[in-house]
């Protein structure tokens, strides 16, 4: 059966053009219909180097399967409190079985990394310590400023030191994914129309982004038998995650609802050269419910390792959302440290 998850391309929102031109609303009509149902589809003509999605890969790929224990340890995430104060129960790497979707542990590591709190930033204190307690492992200047403990969510991000130059490669790849990012949202505000494209643009600016680096053993049976999976059946809860996958077949899959309202879960194929793109929970929000934020899972059944790296581009830390059924309208951030204390 052909893949019902359509192609969006994106380049004419990747152009600086001072006004919209018939490709801009082409994609913008496109990426309408795509959020309203599916919800999920591919992202192409991103002008991402491909020397650089290949080397984000590889690097996770050698890190899960490689780095030594004591380089993984280094770099675990800590609860808030733990570590001399320097867990802020968010940022790090997690053994497989460490992260919980909806009250199941997930066949899988990872690790992750937010967007650095800069000193100074109006959320920096909500708890942010001035303590003595220095983590080891912090070697660049994101740690410097900010002193442990840390409270949830405001610590410092962990790199890998093996495999060598993992930082400088994720870090031109969080810059690209900023830039792509925006024009994504963009091209969203003009598809709903209503001034919408200014709301995004400036609700992103200073995006309280995510990324995580995932590497999925293959899941043995007698998980699956237990009802586990690689990751549990979800909706992510921000603007637009766009994931790059290292073209295993028949590991994702979203939760597509048919005319009647049935629903049956169907592989999201990986389409070389194309990212998968989804809505989160906030801009199903901003769209007023026309837009879905599709649920999706990972079963990765097959005997190889998979990998992926999605990025997640969050509204602003201090964004003000939408609320949901004529609930009053959230802080973003306030949001997201709800999600984290509840493990998503
Ligand atoms: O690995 C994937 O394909 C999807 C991961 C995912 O859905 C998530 O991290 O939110
Ligand atoms: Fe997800």
């Given at each position: 059966m052909p893949t019902p998850f359509?192609?969006?391309?994106?380049?004419?929102?990747?152009?600086?053009?001072?006004?919209?031109?018939?490709?801009?609303h082409l994609t913008a009509r496109a990426l309408s219909t795509a959020c309203a149902h599916?919800?999920?589809?591919?992202l192409t003509h991103h002008n991402l180097p491909s020397s650089l999605t290949t080397r984000v890969l590889t690097l996770a790929r050698t890190f899960f399967l490689s780095a030594p224990a004591a380089e993984k340890a280094r770099i675990r995430r800590l609860d808030v409190g733990q570590g001399h104060g320097r867990g802020d129960g968010a940022?790090?790497?997690q053994v497989v079985g460490d992260n919980v979707t909806e009250g199941r542990r997930d066949w899988h590591e990872a690790i992750d990394w937010y967007r650095p709190v800069r000193k100074g930033e109006p959320f920096e204190c909500a708890g942010a310590g001035e303590g003595e307690g220095k983590w080891e492992g912090e070697d660049g200047v994101e740690g410097r400023d900010r002193k442990a403990p840390y409270a949830l969510l405001k610590g410092v991000n962990a790199w890998p030191r093996y495999p060598e130059g993992f930082r400088a490669v994720y870090e031109e790849y969080v810059a690209r994914m900023l830039e792509l990012g925006t024009a994504v949202v963009r091209a969203m505000g003009v598809a709903l129309g209503g001034g919408m494209e200014g709301v995004f643009v400036g609700s992103t600016?200073?995006?309280?982004w995510v990324m995580r680096a995932i590497g999925y053993p293959a899941l043995p049976e007698e998980e699956e038998e237990e009802g586990r999976v690689s990751c549990g059946a979800h909706s992510d809860y921000g603007c637009v995650t766009l994931l790059l996958d290292d073209g295993t077949k028949g590991a994702l899959q979203a939760w597509v609802e048919g005319e009647?309202?049935?629903g049956r879960w169907v592989d999201v194929e990986p389409v070389e050269g194309a990212l998968v793109v989804n809505i989160g929970d906030m801009m199903a929000r901003w769209s007023g419910g026309l837009w879905k934020a599709t649920r999706h899972r990972v079963v990765h059944r097959g005997s190889g390792y998979r990998v992926s790296v999605p990025f997640f581009f969050e509204p602003d830390w201090d964004a003000r959302v939408p609320g949901r059924d004529g609930e009053g309208e959230v802080i973003y951030g306030e949001y997201l440290e709800e999600k984290v204390k509840g493990n998503f």
């Open positions: 359509p192609r969006i391309d994106i380049s004419p929102y990747l152009t600086p053009s001072p006004a919209l031109t018939p490709q801009h599916p919800g999920i589809f591919y940022r790090g790497y600016g200073e995006s309280a009647e309202g049935e």
